[in-house]
Nanobody, 122 residues
Framework: QVQLLESGGGLVQAGGSLRLSCVAS????????MGWFRQAPGKEREFVAT????????YYKDSVKGRFTISRDNAKNTVYLQMNSLKPEDTAVYYC???????????????WGQGTQVTVSS
């Protein structure tokens, strides 16, 4: 069982930055691939970024490439999402999730956090 808790969301102006954190419980964090997803009002949850268990592989949604960076610190059981050059269309609830293999598909993830709101004003 893995429990995930996100933090770091908030209100920011367009062009600004935020750093999301997701802390995992349990001693097996380093064996899980991690992903960040987001869901805007009235829209389906969508993939943002994923990182492999070791941190050696990352993959991003096209619209965030070059602006967002996913990273992890297995010693701290934490995965991060650094978001720069934020745009109003990035406004959503952001969720972290864990699974045993890297994936862009939400249904393949076994564990989810409660989410943190990110609002980007124009």
């Amino acid at each position: 069982q893995v429990q995930l808790l996100e933090s770091g969301g908030g209100l920011v102006q367009a062009g600004g930055s935020l750093r999301l954190s997701c802390v995992a419980s349990g001693r097996t964090f380093s064996s899980y691939g991690m992903g960040w997803f987001r869901q805007a009002p009235g829209k389906e949850r969508e993939f943002v970024a994923t990182i492999s268990a070791s941190g050696g592989f990352t993959y991003y949604k096209d619209s965030v490439k070059g602006r967002f960076t996913i990273s992890r610190d297995n010693a701290k059981n934490t995965v991060y999402l650094q978001m720069n050059s934020l745009k109003p269309e990035d406004t959503a609830v952001y969720y972290c999730a864990a699974n045993t293999q890297g994936s862009t598909i939400p249904s393949t993830y076994d564990y989810w956090g409660q989410g943190t709101q990110v609002t980007v004003s124009s």
